[in-house]
């Protein structure tokens, strides 16, 4: 059996795909096309963001988030010890200091109590994981950061369609920092048929930011005042992502389905007694 059968995922798009890309071959759109633009946009709505900038990765992502905020050197940076290597890579890329935290024993995100031990007069931003889907407690850590000048991005790599209940109003994931972060890595729950990766905010200066910093510094041609990367997302990707993002919410409730017959079904004592105690843990939120 394979682990992740895309073509299977994806089979009653193909077409409508292969005819996008054909278009965008005959008008040899490739950088930075109107698609990008459309995906961008949908995203966003989606994220129910203002704005939304893609990039070539999720490690970018990361990485161009954290830049754009401009931490003094050193500052310290709270992330979930369990993440992928890329979360904490980015903010040692950013020259800042990381502080690992654990995860909470019943979920697979940071604990919100070991935050509290943690955060310092240099903590400037904590980075929360979405990790499996499964997003921290908001409304905790709302509280924590009453009075405190501390940013958040969320890494929603692994979260795209996610809610967080812990408040009266469901908060979907990438709505919440003051940036988000997404891979789009073909086996995520939203995937290009190659790299990719998007930020959503709603901070206008951040957006325009990193779209400038992602094009190598320029936002008119030939014009680089920035000292900038080339992370740029494919005009041919944005089109097959603008196809699947249709798709999402409907396969999210599939894996849903999936995962629960799983759940149901899973012999070993000390998983299923994990299951029943995440399950209720999450329910008390
Ligand atoms: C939580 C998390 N953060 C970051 C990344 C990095 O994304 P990418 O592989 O697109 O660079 C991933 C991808 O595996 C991830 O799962």
Redesign the pocket.
Known sequence: MKFLDLYNQDKSILKLISRDINKIIKKSDFILGNKVKEFEDKFAKYCETKYAVSCA??????FLAINSLNLPKGSEVILPAM??C??LFSVMRCNLKPILVDIDKNTSTISVEEIKKKITKKTKLIIL???YGDMPNLYKINKILIGKKIHIIE?A??AHGAFDYSSKKPIKSGSYGILS?F???P??NLGAYG???IITTNNKNKANYIKKYRNIGSDKKFYHDLVGVNSRLDTIQAAILIRKLKELNKNNSRRKKIAKIYSENISNKNLKNFIKKRTKYKRKQ
């Not at 990765?57 to 990361?62: I, K, R, S, V, W």
């Open positions: 990765n999720g490690t970018d992502a990361l993440t992928y890329s979360t994981v979405h990790l890494d790599s692994q972060c891979s789009l890595y086996g995520k790299d990719a990766g």
